[in-house]
């Protein structure tokens, strides 16, 4: 029954070492595109990182439904995916500063366009005053639709 249960150990770990190699791939592909601004390669990752993250969830739970079995099991298997494991998650802190500094840089910039628009604007605008009167010299509220396709 030990047996058994050493072979399905070192089976889980072997699948597990192939999708954590496989998603630290993705991640890094995805990080080389981010730094060159390569939105295309980022798009076509999107659909195997999906299928990449599902499978590593799945292999997760059993990881830690049989955390006590794995924590005692020694081996140079679970050293390679600790290891692997390292990698992966650089990987990914990297891939969390380089999207939250695109998405700072993206709104930056449609905020920029954003008062480019209002301030060109004011000078054109009405709007109505604290009663409801129409007050022609109250033009610091006005509403602007944005279209962020652009």
Not at 14 to 32: C, H, L, P, R, Y
Not at 53 to 63: E, G, I, L, P
Not at 108 to 130: E, Q
Request: zero cysteines.
């Amino acid at each position: 029954m030990e047996e058994l249960q050493t072979h399905e150990i070192l089976d889980k770990i072997e699948i597990m070492k192939q999708i954590v190699t496989g998603f630290t791939s993705i991640i890094a592909k995805e990080n080389d595109a981010l730094k060159i601004g390569d939105d295309q390669t980022v798009k076509s990752l999107y659909e195997q990182k999906l299928k990449t993250v599902a499978a590593y969830r799945s292999m997760s739970a059993f990881f830690i439904k049989n955390r006590i079995a794995i924590a005692s099991f020694r081996g140079p298997d679970k050293d390679e995916l600790k290891n692997l494991s390292q990698e992966l998650d650089k990987q990914l802190k990297t891939n969390e500063l380089l999207l939250k500094t695109r998405m700072e840089a993206g709104k930056k910039v449609m905020d920029t366009f954003i008062n480019i628009a209002k301030n060109t604007n004011k000078s054109f605008a009405t709007s109505y005053g604290a009663r409801g009167n129409y007050t022609p010299l109250d033009n610091n509220r006005n509403a602007l639709a944005f279209n962020r396709t652009l």
